[in-house]
């Protein structure tokens, strides 16, 4: 096998108009094409560093239910930033639900801060600890 990189991550959308406000607006991912698939929609974002996000609308309000980090499946998805701290300001002055703040893991080498989007998904930022 020859895989390069991850090409895009998807995710099913609660409230569409909160998500795509959410990683527009608060992340600052630039929306690009919507795709009609009929009984549902995929609008893509560009995440920074060429992956795609796509947002998956089925046009449903079910309530949002996080789940918890040690729950199988997939735990969270990180991006990489500078000053994480900071980060966390300006994620708490958008409303942002902070589960984990800046937290310094010397053991790993990074600082880091987990968080939820509209639909619960855990999302991380994290830098390297300068040594």
């Known amino acids: 096998m020859d895989i390069k990189a991850i090409e895009h991550i998807s995710i099913n959308t609660v409230d569409f108009e909160k998500s795509r406000d959410f990683y527009t607006r608060v ?4 929306q690009l ?12 974002f560009e995440v920074p560093g060429g992956t795609r996000l796509e947002l998956f609308d089925y046009h449903s ?4 239910v ?3 980090e040690s729950e199988p499946g997939l735990r969270h998805l990180a991006f990489e930033v500078q000053d994480v701290t900071e980060h966390e300001r300006l994620l708490r ?7 984990l703040p800046t937290t310094e893991l010397p053991d790993l080498g990074v600082r880091v801060l987990l968080f939820l989007d509209p639909n ?5 930022f994290c830098e390297p600890l300068k040594h």
């Open 27 to 30: 992340l600052g991912f630039q």
């Open 33 to 44: 094409q919507t795709v009609d698939c009929g009984e549902f929609e995929i609008t893509y």
């Open 61 to 64: 309000s079910q309530p949002v």
């Open 66 to 68: 996080a789940r918890q």
């Open 93 to 99: 002055e958008a409303g942002v639900e902070i589960t």
């Open 120 to 124: 619960g998904v855990t999302l991380e």
